[in-house]
């Protein structure tokens, strides 16, 4: 079915660890986004890929890094992982062109919790 | 700067009462405005566009590029209703860069 999936859904971790929050879509969709969201606060655009091999940085600056080797994955990574980092990570993507094909489709989001 | 702002963090209407979820925006250009909402335990996902002047779920919402705001109305408001929703704008044209409102918390009691 296409989807777009991100695991895990719950993460509780020690400080300092290495982390990959991973998200993937089945959409065939181009672009993808990664959002930060902290409870009663608006969404941030941590990162963004319009394609293959093509990531930004949003916004909202981020110690994290993602990468697009394959259309289809888009993995976010936190070489070591600080109580800073505590948050809802939410995975998007939306499809070729523009206009009338303009919206989001978002994941279920990673709750990350860093001890 | 480009913005997204949702005055209310919760709005209480009764059912059968008509909603106005207030959303205004800052960015100069011709902006391409959305309403999301995300229902307890679903995913966010998008209600409704200003390009394609739609009603959604009873739901419609006008850009008024003179006041700049696009405020989510509906007539009668339904339990089913109650949700979060998020106003957002693309920042740029040909950038997809979403900027979205702190969210709107509508509860519809019975």
């Known amino acids: 079915e296409a989807d777009i999936y991100q695991t895990p859904r719950y993460l509780v971790i020690g400080t300092g660890k290495k982390i990959t929050l991973e998200c993937s879509q089945t959409?065939?969709?181009?672009?993808m986004y990664w959002y930060q969201q902290d409870p009663g606060m608006e969404l941030h655009l941590i990162h963004y890929s319009y394609g293959v091999n093509s990531t930004e940085k949003g916004d909202l600056s981020s110690e994290s890094t993602v990468s697009r080797i394959r259309t289809e994955h888009f993995p976010l990574t936190l070489e070591s992982a600080r109580p800073s980092h505590t948050s809802q990570y939410l995975c998007a993507s939306s499809p070729p062109g523009a206009g009338s094909n303009e919206k989001l489709f978002f994941g279920s989001g990673t709750q990350l919790s860093v001890l | 700067a480009q913005r997204v702002t949702q005055p209310e963090k919760l709005l209480s209407v009764f059912k059968g009462a008509p909603v106005e979820l207030k959303c205004n925006y800052s960015?100069?250009?011709?902006?391409?405005l959305f309403w999301y909402v995300q229902y307890s335990r679903q995913r966010l996902q998008l209600l409704l566009r200003h390009i394609s002047r739609e009603s959604i779920k009873g739901f419609t919402a006008d850009l008024n590029k003179g006041e700049t705001s696009f405020h989510l109305k509906k007539p009668f408001a339904q339990e089913e209703d109650s949700a979060m929703y998020y106003c957002a704008l693309i920042g740029a044209p040909g950038t997809y860069k979403y900027i979205f409102g702190t969210g709107t918390r509508l509860k519809v009691l019975a």
């Open positions: 959409m065939g969709h181009d672009k």
């Open positions: 960015y100069s250009g011709s902006p391409e």
